[in-house]
Nanobody, 124 residues
Framework: QVQLVESGGGLVQAGGSLRLSCAAS????????MGWFRQAPGKERDFVAAVTWSGGSTAYADSVKGRFTISRDAAKNTIYLQMNSLKPEDTAVYYC?????????????????WGQGTQVTVSS
């Protein structure tokens, strides 16, 4: 199976930036896309961004468009989430995940393997 390890979370002031990383290992050859999700206290886990592994096509939640950028580094089997202009409402545990379904997937159900998550806290 695919193993995913997120890193890069932390505490940041509103308006600041963070870059999250997700390193993948295991059977990653047939992974079609990877995505980032987040879960705030008391809320469901929501889609943030996704990228196709081969073509680099991307999709973003409306709440992060223009502020977050997802990218991938094939040589390192790693995806990144560059987060700029952070807001307190971005506070959540951020998870990366892999999907074997063709096309960009925004639904949680399309993703098969998940990391443990990394905490992002944005203070006002």
């Amino acid at each position: 199976q695919v193993q995913l390890v997120e890193s890069g979370g932390g505490l940041v002031q509103a308006g600041g930036s963070l870059r999250l990383s997700c390193a993948a290992s295991g059977r990653t050859f047939n992974v079609y896309n990877m995505g980032w999700f987040r879960q705030a206290p008391g809320k469901e886990r929501d889609f943030v961004a996704a990228v196709t592994w081969s073509g680099g096509s991307t999709a973003y939640a409306d709440s992060v468009k223009g502020r977050f950028t997802i990218s991938r580094d094939a040589a390192k089997n790693t995806i990144y989430l560059q987060m700029n202009s952070l807001k307190p409402e971005d506070t959540a545990v951020y998870y990366c995940a892999t999907s074997f379904v063709y096309g960009l997937q925004l639904r949680e159900a399309a993703y098969d393997y998940w990391g443990q998550g990394t905490q992002v806290t944005v203070s006002s």
